[in-house]
């Protein structure tokens, strides 16, 4: 127990400002919020105005943009994939893709799709399906003997709507 850790148990526990209540308690008539105008009224927020001068949230200029379009990718480097195989989490003579990256602990987001990238060496002969692949990671595993194939969730939806043109192009024709 030093000096610097003593507290004032009463200052802790003092009353609330009871403002409103007559004359003589100091606080009364207008509450201490002076005489009419909008700031003595209730429910009236008027921060950030600077008396009519350009306030600053409107001389700074805009800032940034954000693109709803963007495409998320999780990442796994083939350091990752390679320290996974040494461990038994994955078994190479079977597809690898996002789902068994998950259940071997690779994937820790949930994002539309998955990047491989060529960060590491990777010694053994994989054959992965994933959204996207970074030049050296795709020699690297060709290097090593494996495959690779990609998909992505853009060309399913112009497959499906190319399968359902085709569909109603048939049924004009007969």
């Known amino acids: 127990m030093r000096l610097n850790n003593l507290k004032n148990n ?3 526990r003092s009353n609330r400002k009871r403002v409103g209540r007559g004359i003589g308690s100091g606080t009364g008539k207008t509450a201490g919020k002076g005489h009419k105008g909008q700031k003595s009224r209730s429910g009236v927020s008027i921060k ?3 008396g ?3 306030p600053l949230y409107r001389r700074l200029p805009k800032h940034g943009f954000k693109n709803y379009f963007r495409k998320s990718y999780e990442i796994v480097n083939l350091s990752d994939l390679q320290t996974a195989i040494d461990l038994g989490k ?3 003579k079977k597809l690898i893709n996002k789902s068994v990256l998950k259940e071997a602990g690779l994937l820790s987001k949930e994002k539309n799709d998955l990047k491989l990238l060529g960060k590491g060496k990777l010694k053994s002969s994989v054959n992965i399906e994933l959204s996207a692949i970074s030049k050296t990671a ?3 595993i060709k290097k090593s ?3 690779v194939s990609l998909i992505s969730r853009a060309n399913v939806i112009v497959d499906e709507k190319s399968k ?5 192009t048939d ?3 007969k």
């Open 10 to 12: 009463e200052a802790s």
């Open 48 to 50: 950030g105005f600077e």
């Open 52 to 54: 009519g001068q350009m």
């Open 90 to 92: 994955l078994n190479i």
């Open 138 to 140: 795709k020699d690297a």
């Open 145 to 147: 003997g494996g495959t």
């Open 164 to 168: 359902k043109n085709n569909k109603e």
């Open 171 to 173: 049924i004009e024709s």
